[in-house]
């Protein structure tokens, strides 16, 4: 199923790509923080934060996904997706 195109509302994409510029944002500032060889912890501190981030949007993209192609996988006799999303699932949590 890679390689697959997804048509996502306006909104959807809006609220993903912000938090992606956000996260960018952020590992920006990691960067600067390493070039101007700020205190371990405070790095540390953007770090996690940067991950926080990325955890969100993975869980916002799962929703998404769920909602819309897994439902429809499944509507249409499509029962690998539901490994699939399970595969992704476990990945995710590790």
């Known amino acids: 199923m890679e390689g697959m195109k997804v048509n996502r509302s306006k909104e959807q ?3 993903l790509l912000n938090r992606l510029k956000r996260l960018e944002g952020q ?5 600067k923080m390493i ?3 700020a205190y371990c912890n405070d790095i540390l501190q953007q770090s996690m934060s940067a991950a926080s981030a990325m955890d969100g ?4 993209l799962l929703g998404y996904h769920v909602k819309g192609c897994v439902t429809e996988g499944i509507k249409n006799g499509n029962e690998e997706i ?5 595969k992704t699932v476990r990945k995710l949590m590790k």
Do not use: A, P, W
């Not at 949007?57 to 916002?60: D, G, P």
């Open 13 to 15: 994409k809006k609220s």
């Open 27 to 31: 590992i920006r500032g990691l960067e």
């Open 82 to 86: 539901v490994d699939e999303l399970l």
């Open 35 to 37: 070039e101007e060889d």
């Open 57 to 60: 949007f993975n869980q916002e």
